[in-house]
């Protein structure tokens, strides 16, 4: 099963609709979103998995310094490259959706911090993940005590079974006090 | 295992839909994610109402998979008849619910604005709008309210009545005449539209126009208990949707058992808005995210340094934040003595004429927003010296300018009220019980103050867009030199703002019960403001870096709503209760006070409903009820202390199986080595 050259069956998009939480509209835009980045030949080839170069093309995902972290954790290959079939954007797009609940966007966005994907947030995760949020230039990341101090709070808050790392459950306990998150876990097209 | 610990196995069996290899790829996935074992069916009890599909899209895991497994439960669901048509009328009513959300979803207001504006400036500033937003729907609902049980019937009852009103009390008392006497001069039509005298005067703007329709027979519906009840319902009306506001964020506390309040590890897991697109705006939050934790761990390192300080610091840092509080209260002191002055001599000189007449009027508001540009100023060069972290000196800021607002207004009610009732000359008083001479029907003159401060605080916003905005940006950008590097592009500062609207709404709560229309006037200029604020933002804006966070501001804003409403429920009742009702213009010109309309009202029913009411009111209901209130707010509040310890046991339990695992690990691997 997979999508056909150019236009959604009924059959299927009410699959869809049923495996994701997506709207009959929005999966129709997804589908016409994907199928422009297709070359003219993939257009005719069903279940074509397209390059994470050009996935990162979309205006909503360019700019948005987790990107290439979303590619790797929704796609479906098996060389590890980030590449996404037309189903693995669905998925993506599900998530991030807003009706999405909050365990989907949680378990996706703790996946998403994972650099090493070990299943846990260690300090190199967490080091990882503030740099992005604070950029990528030298001028507008912390300093090394900065960061240190930094770090220690976040293991002091979240890490309940003080591992020294955070696993899913503590962060979806942090996660679970936050009324912001599910409103800005969101990319519409 | 070298293959990452998600997709073991995994992704070569996407394409193969046979049930044997699912169970293969759970038990590797399951040690890590218990949770997302595909063979284990989803507690039966919980779910059968919602059906598969509810449990389908929670599942995270890829779509190919997610085939399988509705595949595997379709072949386990067994087909009987009876459950078989309730999983469709599920199905149907699911359907029923996704269409109405999206339809409500097309009619949220500004709903495309509102997320360029977040994703351009932050959620700080959005805060601010949606703020406004909520106002606007407020204000519309409540004129929706008003017109429904006092204008329309107004309006219908009126050219039924004709112009027969029953002429009680003295001579003096019922002059009346607020429509303008002779040859009228063009522009004095703008003047009265300003300050609502004039040809404005007696329409249905005003609590003058409403008429008093009980001496009608054929009339049943009472207009007088109409409006007071429609005011005091109004009121209620708004405390029920603030609180409801209000309320979101208080329960994800109480629940958790802590507070909301931003902490590391929520700003760096939550803190990211992937709605945002563009480099631009990128930048912007990654900017806001990098200061904002340099201002957090800033001020963790200035709560320690200050806990370490020598007792004569102490004394010395201590003994400057009281001079300077007395400071800034010297200054909002100097300010409300101004205002008071500027009310006393415009209603002095509320008899002249022309442009000059007008100034005079337009006095207390014009020293008003004044005193409220000038002292927030003030307190803003002082505060730094007073070395506070600086999301308490926000706080201050908030708080003294809220106090200088409220306290304005407050002001230019209690001389108004002076005036009414004859503080200062009583005998001009002991003729209709009010003051005839300067006010004929002096709650329109109340509902004319309230009129004009709204109107000029809508002109200010205008004339702070087109005269000092606009004129910033040009000269910043296009002349750019040591001074305009210096003072740079205009800030848009959101506690001050959002001040400026809850002062806005006080002012309509409080006037709303002496000129109906106040409510939809306001939200006609809430609508205008929304425009100019976006406008002003996009073009003459840059970024604020400081940010402000957005759950527990909103919260506090409410709040401070919350005591806006307070003081105009207090002026209402007040002037319910205590002040003779003008006996010349209005509904309740026949009563002693306006509180007498219920009475006489409920003496009308049948002895039955008035025996029930009269038990209502009794001691005998309300004590018992007022202590049943008691022990549910003390049950309420015990509940919340419980989950608090829950939370706080439930932790330490984690932290010591935690310690448990890593004991028993190291024993595994001591006797493994033996």
Redesign the interface.
């Known amino acids: 099963?997979g999508t056909t050259a150019s236009q959604l069956g009924k059959e299927l998009l009410s699959?869809y609709q049923?495996?994701?939480?997506l709207?009959k509209q929005e999966i129709l835009l997804a589908h016409k979103r994907f199928t422009e980045l297709l070359t003219r030949e993939e257009k005719d080839i069903p279940n074509v998995r397209v390059p994470m170069e050009r996935i990162l093309t979309l205006?909503?995902l360019?700019?948005?310094?987790?990107r290439k972290r979303i590619c790797y954790?929704f796609s479906?290959?098996?060389h590890?490259d980030g590449s996404l079939t037309f189903?693995?954007f669905?998925?993506l797009l599900?998530?991030?959706s807003d009706?999405?609940?909050m365990?989907?966007k949680s378990?996706?966005?703790f996946?998403i911090?994972d650099f090493d994907?070990?299943?846990t947030l260690d300090s190199d995760d967490?080091q990882k993940?503030?740099n992005c949020?604070?950029?990528e230039t030298d001028d507008?990341q912390?300093t090394f005590e900065?960061m240190k101090?930094?770090i220690s709070?976040?293991l002091e808050?979240?890490d309940?079974?003080?591992?020294g790392t955070?696993n899913?459950s503590e962060?979806q306990h942090?996660?679970?006090?936050?009324?912001?998150?599910v409103s800005?876990?969101?990319?519409?097209l | 295992m070298q293959d990452?610990?998600?997709?073991n196995g995994?992704?070569?069996h996407?394409d193969r839909q046979s049930l044997r290899m699912r169970r293969a790829p759970s038990r590797s996935s399951s040690r890590?994610?218990p949770h997302l074992d595909p063979s284990s069916d989803p507690d039966p009890d919980e779910d059968s109402d919602d059906g598969p599909?509810r449990d389908?899209?929670?599942i995270?895991l890829?779509?190919?998979l997610?085939?399988t497994v509705?595949q595997a439960q379709q072949m386990q669901t067994p087909i009987v008849s009876d459950g078989y048509s309730w999983k469709k009328k599920n199905k149907s009513l699911l359907k029923l619910k996704?269409v109405a959300?999206?339809i409500l979803h097309f009619f949220t207001l500004w709903r495309k604005s509102m997320q360029k504006i977040g994703g351009n400036f932050g959620?700080g500033v959005l805060s601010y709008f949606l703020f406004l937003r909520f106002l606007v729907l407020l204000n519309f609902f409540s004129f929706l309210l008003i017109a429904g049980f006092v204008i329309i019937p107004s309006v219908v009852f009126r050219s039924e009545e004709g112009s027969s009103v029953n002429s009680t009390g003295r001579e003096e008392c019922m002059v009346y005449n607020p429509n303008p006497q002779g040859l009228v001069v063009f522009y004095t039509y703008f003047l009265d539209f300003l300050s609502g005298t004039g040809f404005i005067e007696f329409t249905y703007l005003f609590y003058g126009f409403y008429n008093n329709n009980s001496n009608n027979i054929n009339v049943s519906y009472n207009i007088p208990l109409a409006y007071l009840s429609t005011a005091a319902f109004f009121l209620l009306f708004c405390l029920f949707c603030i609180i409801i506001r209000m309320g979101?964020?208080a329960r994800?506390a109480v629940a958790?058992g802590?507070s909301?309040e931003g902490?590391?590890?929520?700003l760096?897991?939550?803190?990211?808005?992937?709605?945002?697109?563009?480099?631009q705006?990128?930048?912007l939050k990654?900017?806001n995210?990098?200061y904002r934790?340099?201002v957090d761990?800033e001020e963790?390192r200035i709560k320690k340094k200050s806990a370490s300080l020598t007792q004569c610091q102490k004394v010395s840092l201590y003994s400057g934040r009281v001079c300077l509080f007395i400071l800034a209260f010297g200054f909002i002191g100097a300010a409300i003595a101004g205002i008071f002055f500027a009310t006393n001599f415009s209603q002095q000189n509320s008899d002249q004429e022309g442009i000059l007449g007008l100034f005079y009027e337009y006095l207390p508001s014009i020293v008003i927003t004044g005193a409220n540009f000038i002292v927030p100023l003030l307190n803003d060069q002082i505060a730094p010296l007073e070395r506070y972290s600086p999301s308490v000196t926000v706080i201050m800021a908030l708080f003294r300018a809220v106090l200088l607002r409220l306290v304005s207004l407050i002001i230019l009610l209690y001389t108004l009220w002076r005036q009414i009732t004859c503080e200062k000359t009583p005998e001009d008083c002991a003729l209709c019980k009010y003051n005839v001479k300067v006010y004929q029907c002096w709650e329109t003159r109340v509902g004319q103050e309230m009129y004009k401060l709204t109107l000029f605080d809508l002109i200010i916003n205008f004339a702070m867009l087109f005269l000092v905005e606009i004129p910033r940006r040009i000269v910043v950008d296009n002349w750019p030199n040591k001074l305009t590097r210096w003072v740079g592009r205009q800030e848009f500062v959101v506690p001050y703002n959002v001040l400026g609207l809850v002062y806005g709404q006080t002012v309509v709560w409080t006037g709303a019960f002496f000129c109906p229309l106040l409510p939809l006037i306001n939200t006609i200029k809430f609508i205008i403001l929304f425009y100019t604020k976006k406008t002003t933002l996009f073009t003459n804006c840059r970024p604020a870096l400081r940010t402000f966070r957005?759950?527990t501001s909103s919260f506090f804003f409410s709040g401070i709503l919350l005591l806006g409403l307070f003081l105009a429920s207090l002026v209402m009742i007040y002037s319910v209760a205590e002040i003779h009702p003008s006996m010349a213009c209005g509904p309740f010109r026949i009563f002693n006070s306006m509180w007498e309309v219920v009475p006489v009202s409920i003496t009308k029913l049948t002895q039955t409903t008035r025996e029930f009411l009269f038990f209502i009111g009794s001691q005998a209901f309300s004590i018992p009820l007022f202590a049943l209130s008691c022990l549910m707010l003390c049950y309420i509040v015990a509940l919340s202390n419980v989950y608090k310890k829950s939370v706080t046991l439930l932790?330490t339990q984690?932290?010591l199986?935690?310690?448990d695992?890593?004991f028993l690990v190291r024993q595994i691997e001591r006797f493994s080595r033996m």
Do not use: C
Request: aromatic share 10%; proline share 3%.
């Open positions: 099963m699959e049923e495996l994701t939480f709207t205006p909503e360019k700019s948005n310094p987790f954790v479906t290959s098996e590890k189903e693995d669905l998925d599900s998530a991030f009706s999405a609940t365990e989907i378990h996706y966005a996946r911090f994907d070990d299943g967490l993940l503030v949020l604070t950029g507008t912390l900065e101090q930094l709070n976040i808050e979240s309940i079974d003080k591992d955070v899913l962060f942090v996660i679970s006090r936050s009324p912001d998150f800005s876990f969101k990319i519409v | 990452s610990a998600y997709n995994l992704g070569a996407s890590k994610y599909t389908l899209r929670t995270p890829q779509m190919g997610k085939r509705r996704t959300i999206e959620g979101t964020t994800v958790t802590g909301v902490s590391y590890s929520m760096v897991f939550t803190g990211w808005d992937y709605s945002s697109t563009g480099g705006a990128t930048k990654q900017q995210i990098y934790l340099q761990l963790e957005s759950t932790k984690l932290k199986e935690g310690q695992k890593r």
